[in-house]
């Protein structure tokens, strides 16, 4: 076993180890969390680019170029497999550099404690071992450890609203997980397996009573997935979790879990299922592209009429989602290759928005829309920064909120799928009345004019008692949060102009999926 | 005429110099005039890019930047970022950069004028919207195309919501909504059909939006294979730039869009932004489909039979040049005019490219420069009577002509110009649109098509006719009429269908015009007795006139001393730091009160046309210079590289020129 066949097991064993260091630590010195995770998530982030300049820097499939680790020497199909292939590689390095980014905010923005550290630890290495697994079971696992992970933090709020939300959370989630696990226990039923690649094999073979069992897995598995993903209307842990989340577990959980588990859909469906067994289970393609369009449409018409920013940015999520979700179920290749590039992109640009939100919340003590008015002459850097990631989120080019769904709307062409095509062109005008909103008023609606009449409100009133209370904990907004923003925002226009080259990363995963290129 | 293609900066550069530029002007937002300065070098240095190119153009070389051979990437698989001076896109490129060197020195005097708030913000979201303009013209493919058009929607929103007043508001989201839904919707899913179109029809899975002369050649292929597609792909572009080019039923958003400064009504919503789109519909008719492609693919319609695709588009578009030029009688808000008097013209355009004879469409591609030097003279004037005289409605201009003398006879000319008076820009185009309907009919093939062009052909002059209807009472009121002697204007003040009284001349008629309101109901006009009614008083500290004002002062006291005081305070402001922009919001009150206008007590003072002196330097060059353009390329057509240039692209798309 070469050293880099370590890395996938070390990226997932490491946080979670470390995790206990600030706990131990925390009962002698009071603030190591930060030093602690800052130096493992460095450390993470080194790795995963290590590990990405070997995995894509072969050269053949995706089988032969995937860097695999089958840990405690058993092989597979016995023994579990981490795998970093060209598709869980790209998101362990959205992770471990968004996991490194969300620090520059909490060191200063809190919430602090080194429970609170041990807990982000603890989340990172659960979302990078669903990211890497190659086996149902341990996706499960996983799966349960990311959703400890997140409870512990969102419920790290103040205020009894935050211990609501992870409760909902906790039981909704939980749900989800248990639904997932039912179907993890079917398809072993009808195959034997529980490793992917075995699987992916094994399935397309299956006849009589071990098909309807697969379909039965098939379809308990897209349902706790639709429900870790938030999809419409199983979404409704989603927005009170991100709304009520402290500001600096927000980007986390929005920018990460929802997507890991999201590309864990992803791999479900392509690498275990296969496009094969999906386009031949009657309706099951529609009933996917469905659910997402229908996501895309709620979410957003939801979004719309928020009134707090987070919220808006947390229902806006089920509608980007929607279009993921949708453009899985398209099974063309361009609209994989769409789906997982926007899956990228809008954990990027969602994990910016956040942090902004959370620098406005401390800077300019705004929550909600209204007491956004005349933020960019106060605030230019983070209102600017924000303008563009919305913009981006709009999907204007260039920008990697357009790359994105570029590619999901050229495969729905392809896919002659008229109504998806519909919705996704018409997404745009959805995702626009709810930033257009934001954008309106945080430029051109003046601070002076509108809180003399909404003085007395308890919007603005919040939001000042918010702002007041932050100043008193000493918290202010320092110049790296400022620069993670700024750089988050010139990184999402910049990957714009990089469609071909995610195009070209993320193809030999496309390849193993066997999807044809026109059905 | 062969082509070659040569690899070179200068598409690129013209692009990004103003773009450039938006850093420059945000860093120097302390020293407004270094600010204005960058503008105008930005200006100025894009004008000479595009020149520079003009020679190698008329030659049959094509200037071409690609991203993915400078990069080896593709914008996104299968398509290119592309830039590229071409005759057509040389037409919008040389206009736009030529016509933003006076734009900018008159967008100084302007926003100075009027003392406007958040002027860096302006300054530098009109040096953007330049520099997506030229990538629109310069642009090399559909994607490309597309890229520039999001981003001109979106950098020119905040010039339309500049006042930051509900109203502004309003204009602002009705722009985004109309714009994106044009861009975002219809040209993005029009580009995905013909990127599919062209990727199934090609074999090997690679796509061509690359513009063509003449028109995509694999598209023309698929279209064979699928037309109904193909037509569907047709439809949705030409929707796409339509909404730009405010063709009806797309136009609403372009009068509500007059809320924004005046060099931005003049410029963009006159030339840059709606020309888009009218160029967009040329690229479409020219470049991606070729015009032979609306009369090989018919749509059969029942009962009628078939119907040559380009048909309903010109039947639209002769709709609205009939039907804007009829809204633009009754509009009382001389920039609401112009604007519906732009929507009527644009469809000239529309009408000159869909009726896809070759002079049909050189009188289109020549009525983009001939329209813009018009237009944008007439909104020069309306904006410069609007600073020095915070007068917006024809009915209050009454005997303007002594006041503005100069401003007044560049309106004239540029009027004239629109209604196609000849030895002026707007007669020679026009002269080749009829002559191109006339011609078409000729070699009509379809049934009713002939018919159709002579209907065409009627609107135009009927269109012709309307022109000078609306815009002859803005010239006779000014130069004709006095402030205390003045006819009703029964067309536009009176409700439709006519006033149940009679009426004329009443005794003391024009001193109530002047104490109580223009005789419109219109709530923007209150607060009538402000000393903002007078002009002169509104000059400070640019304007000559600020002796004048204190006798008119004199006679309303206490409100002249509080804004005195109002202006004082500004003037220090804007001498001390103009950077600090939260004042400038607080005096929100105060830019509304500027609403209302007409004659100052005691009439228009009358000023020479000879000293220079109704206003300043800044507005008056340009007005001057862009009314010679439209007299320049009225009478010495040929000499105005525009002609020339328009006969080069039609001599690419058909093969040999018209002239």
Same mark, same amino acid.
């Given at each position: 076993m070469s050293s880099v066949e370590l890395l996938p097991a070390l990226l997932v064993v490491v946080p979670i180890l470390l995790a206990t260091v600030p706990i131990a630590l925390g009962l002698r010195y009071d603030r190591t969390g930060w030093?602690?995770? #800052?130096?493992? %998530?460095?450390?993470? /982030?080194?790795?995963? @680019?290590? =590990?990405?300049? *070997?995995?894509? !820097?072969?050269?053949?499939?995706?089988?032969?170029?995937?860097?695999?680790?089958?840990?405690?020497?058993?092989?597979?199909?016995?023994?579990?497999?981490?795998?970093?292939?060209?598709?869980?590689?790209?998101?362990?390095?959205?992770?471990?550099?968004?996991?490194?980014?969300?620090?520059?905010?909490?060191?200063?923005?809190?919430?602090?404690?080194?429970?609170?550290?041990?807990?982000?630890?603890?989340?990172?290495?659960?979302?990078?071992? #669903?990211?890497? %697994?190659?086996?149902? /079971?341990?996706?499960? @696992?996983? =799966?349960?450890? *990311?959703?400890? !992970?997140?409870y512990a933090l969102i419920s790290s709020g103040r205020g009894p609203e935050a211990a609501v939300a992870a409760l909902k959370y906790l039981i909704i989630g939980t749900v989800g997980a248990s639904i997932y696990l039912i179907g993890v226990g079917f398809l072993f039923m009808a195959t034997g397996s529980l490793n992917m690649l075995d699987l992916a094999a094994t399935v397309p073979t299956l006849e009589g009573q071990n098909l309807q069992l697969a379909r039965a897995a098939f379809a308990f598995i897209f349902v706790g997935f639709a429900i870790k993903v938030a999809q419409w209307p199983l979404h409704s842990w989603q927005p009170d979790a991100y709304q009520h989340a402290p500001d600096g577990v927000t980007p986390l959980i929005a920018a990460l879990v929802s997507t890991v588990s999201a590309y864990a859909l992803a791999r479900l469906l392509f690498t275990v299922f296969g496009a094969e067994f999906?386009?031949?289970?009657?309706?099951?393609?529609?009933?996917?592209?469905?659910?997402?369009?229908?996501?895309?449409?709620?979410?957003?018409?939801?979004?719309?009429?928020?009134?707090?920013?987070?919220?808006?940015?947390?229902?806006?999520?089920?509608?980007?989602?929607?279009?993921?979700?949708?453009?899985?179920?398209?099974?063309?290749?361009?609209?994989?290759?769409?789906?997982?590039?926007?899956?990228?992109?809008?954990?990027?640009?969602?994990?910016?928005?956040?942090?902004?939100?959370?620098?406005?919340?401390?800077?300019?003590?705004?929550?909600?829309?209204?007491?956004?008015?005349?933020?960019?002459?106060?605030?230019?850097?983070?209102?600017?920064?924000?303008?563009?990631?919305?913009?981006?989120?709009?999907?204007?080019?260039?920008?990697?909120?357009?790359?994105?769904?570029?590619?999901?709307?050229?495969?729905?062409?392809?896919?002659?799928?008229?109504?998806?095509?519909?919705?996704?062109?018409?997404?745009?005008?959805?995702?626009?009345?709810?930033?257009?909103?934001?954008?309106?008023?945080?430029?051109?609606?003046?601070?002076?004019?509108?809180?003399?009449?909404?003085?007395?409100?308890?919007t603005v009133g919040h939001a000042v008692t918010d702002g007041g209370t932050a100043t008193v904990r000493g918290t202010r907004v320092t110049i790296g949060m400022l620069a993670i923003v700024i750089f988050v925002a010139a990184l999402a226009v910049f990957l714009g102009f990089a469609g071909d080259a995610f195009f070209a990363l993320l193809e030999p995963f496309v390849e193993s999926a066997d999807l044809e290129v026109s059905p | 005429m062969s082509e070659t293609v040569v690899t070179d900066l200068r598409p690129l550069a013209a692009v990004l110099v103003s773009a450039i530029a938006v850093v420059f002007i945000v860093a120097s937002y302390r020293y407004p005039n270094v600010r204005e300065g960058w503008s105008v070098l930005a200006a100025l240095a894009k004008f000479a890019i595009v020149a520079s190119m003009l020679p190698g153009v008329m030659n049959g070389t094509v200037y071409k930047w690609s991203f993915a051979e400078a990069t080896g990437l593709d914008f996104v698989a299968g398509v290119d970022f592309a830039l590229r001076a071409d005759p057509l896109g040389m037409l919008f490129a040389l206009l736009a950069s030529f016509l933003w060197i006076f734009t900018s020195f008159y967008a100084a005097g302007?926003?100075?004028?009027?003392?406007?708030?958040?002027?860096?913000?302006?300054?530098?979201?009109?040096?953007?919207?330049?520099?997506?303009?030229?990538?629109?013209?310069?642009?090399?493919?559909?994607?490309?195309?597309?890229?520039?058009?999001?981003?001109?929607?979106?950098?020119?929103?905040?010039?339309?919501?500049?006042?930051?007043?509900?109203?502004?508001?309003?204009?602002?989201?009705?722009?985004?909504?109309?714009?994106?839904?044009?861009?975002?919707?219809?040209?993005?899913?029009?580009?995905?059909?013909?990127?599919?179109?062209?990727?199934?029809?090609?074999?090997?899975?690679?796509?061509?939006?690359?513009?063509?002369?003449?028109?995509?050649?694999?598209?023309?292929?698929?279209?064979?294979?699928?037309?109904?597609i193909a037509q569907a792909a047709f439809y949705l572009l030409i929707a796409g730039f339509g909404v730009k080019a405010a063709v009806m039923p797309l136009h609403s958003w372009l009068a509500d869009a007059m809320v924004a400064p005046t060099p931005v009504s003049g410029l963009l919503h006159a030339v840059a932004v709606v020309k888009s789109g009218a160029f967009g519909v040329a690229r479409v008719y020219l470049d991606v489909f070729g015009l032979e492609f609306p009369t090989a693919y018919p749509l059969s319609v029942p009962v009628v039979g078939d119907v040559p695709l380009n048909i309903p588009v010109a039947i639209l578009a002769a709709f609205t040049l009939t039907a804007a030029s009829i809204i633009a009688l009754r509009k009382d808000h001389l920039k609401r005019r112009l604007a519906y008097s732009t929507t009527a013209q644009l469809s000239y355009i529309v009408l000159g490219l869909s009726m896809l004879h070759p002079i049909g469409v050189l009188g289109a591609l020549l009525h983009i420069p001939a329209h813009a030097f018009g237009k944008l003279t007439l909104f020069f004037c309306a904006g410069a009577i609007h600073v020095e005289t915070h007068t917006d409605y024809v009915s209050e201009m009454a005997g303007i002509g002594k006041r503005m003398p100069l401003t007044m006879s560049a309106f004239t000319l540029g009027a004239a110009s629109m209604a196609g008076i000849p030895l002026l820009a707007g007669f020679v185009s026009k002269f080749y649109l009829l002559i191109g309907a006339a011609s078409g009919a000729e070699v009509a093939v379809y049934g009713l098509e002939a018919t159709w062009l002579w209907i065409f052909a009627a609107s135009l002059i009927v269109s012709g006719v309307l022109n000078i209807a609306y815009l002859w009472p803005v010239v006779y009121t000014a130069f004709f009429e006095s402030e205390d002697r003045h006819d009703a204007?029964?067309?536009?003040?009176?409700?439709?269908?006519?006033?149940?009284?009679?009426?004329?001349?009443?005794?003391?008629?024009?001193?109530?015009?002047?104490?109580?309101?223009?005789?419109?109901?219109?709530?923007?006009?209150?607060?009538?007795?402000?000393?903002?009614?007078?002009?002169?008083?509104?000059?400070?500290?640019?304007?000559?006139?600020?002796?004048?004002?204190?006798?008119?002062?004199?006679?309303?006291?206490?409100?002249?001393?509080?804004?005195?005081?109002?202006?004082?305070?500004?003037?220090?402001?804007?001498?001390?730091?103009?950077?600090?922009?939260?004042?400038?919001?607080?005096?929100?009150?105060?830019?509304?009160?500027?609403?209302?206008?007409?004659?100052?007590?005691?009439g228009w003072e009358r000023r020479s046309p000879l000293t220079f002196a109704e206003s300043t330097w800044l507005m008056l060059m340009p007005i001057t210079v862009i009314v010679t353009g439209a007299v320049t390329l009225g009478i010495v057509p040929d000499y105005a590289v525009f002609l020339e240039l328009a006969d080069t692209i039609v001599a690419g798309v058909t093969g040999e020129g018209v002239l």
């Open positions: 030093s602690v995770t #800052l130096a493992t %998530t460095v450390g993470l /982030f080194a790795g995963t @680019v290590y =590990l990405a300049t *070997v995995v894509y !820097g072969g050269s053949g499939t995706n089988q032969e170029v995937a860097v695999i680790h089958e840990l405690g020497g058993f092989t597979a199909p016995m023994g579990i497999e981490l795998v970093a292939d060209t598709l869980s590689t790209m998101i362990a390095l959205l992770v471990t550099g968004t996991a490194l980014g969300v620090l520059a905010f909490t060191r200063v923005g809190g919430p602090r404690g080194n429970t609170f550290y041990s807990g982000y630890l603890l989340l990172v290495g659960g979302l990078l071992g #669903l990211t890497m %697994t190659g086996d149902v /079971f341990n996706m499960f @696992v996983f =799966l349960e450890i *990311v959703g400890l !992970g997140s999906i386009a031949s289970t009657p309706y099951a393609s529609e009933i996917i592209v469905t659910v997402g369009a229908v996501s895309v449409v709620a979410g957003s018409t939801l979004a719309v009429i928020q009134t707090d920013v987070k919220r808006m940015l947390a229902y806006s999520s089920v509608s980007q989602f929607g279009l993921i979700v949708a453009a899985y179920g398209l099974l063309t290749e361009t609209a994989l290759v769409g789906a997982l590039i926007h899956l990228i992109g809008h954990g990027l640009m969602k994990a910016g928005l956040f942090i902004a939100v959370g620098i406005i919340a401390i800077g300019y003590g705004a929550r909600t829309v209204d007491a956004y008015a005349g933020l960019a002459g106060e605030r230019p850097f983070v209102a600017g920064s924000m303008a563009v990631l919305l913009i981006a989120l709009v999907g204007i080019p260039p920008s990697i909120g357009f790359i994105g769904k570029w590619y999901i709307a050229v495969g729905a062409i392809e896919a002659q799928s008229w109504l998806v095509a519909g919705v996704i062109f018409l997404s745009t005008m959805l995702t626009l009345a709810y930033v257009a909103r934001l954008l309106e008023r945080m430029y051109f609606t003046p601070a002076s004019a509108l809180e003399a009449g909404h003085e007395d409100t308890a | 302007y926003m100075r004028g009027l003392d406007e708030h958040a002027q860096t913000r302006f300054f530098a979201a009109f040096a953007a919207s330049l520099s997506t303009a030229v990538g629109i013209a310069f642009a090399s493919n559909l994607v490309t195309i597309f890229i520039f058009y999001e981003l001109l929607s979106l950098v020119t929103y905040p010039l339309v919501a500049h006042n930051e007043d509900s109203e502004a508001r309003i204009a602002g989201r009705k722009y985004l909504t109309y714009t994106f839904f044009g861009g975002g919707v219809f040209l993005l899913a029009g580009t995905v059909l013909v990127y599919w179109l062209t990727s199934s029809a090609s074999g090997t899975d690679t796509a061509t939006l690359e513009f063509q002369a003449g028109g995509i050649e694999l598209l023309t292929e698929a279209a064979a294979a699928d037309p109904a204007k029964p067309v536009f003040e009176f409700p439709a269908g006519g006033e149940r009284k009679s009426y004329g001349v009443l005794e003391g008629e024009a001193d109530h015009d002047i104490a109580s309101d223009g005789g419109s109901d219109d709530s923007t006009r209150k607060d009538r007795y402000a000393v903002n009614e007078n002009p002169s008083d509104a000059d400070v500290p640019f304007g000559p006139g600020s002796g004048a004002g204190s006798t008119a002062a004199g006679e309303n006291p206490v409100a002249a001393d509080h804004d005195d005081t109002d202006q004082d305070d500004h003037t220090d402001e804007h001498h001390d730091s103009e950077a600090n922009e939260h004042h400038e919001t607080d005096d929100e009150e105060h830019h509304d009160d500027h609403h209302h206008g007409g004659a100052p007590l005691g």
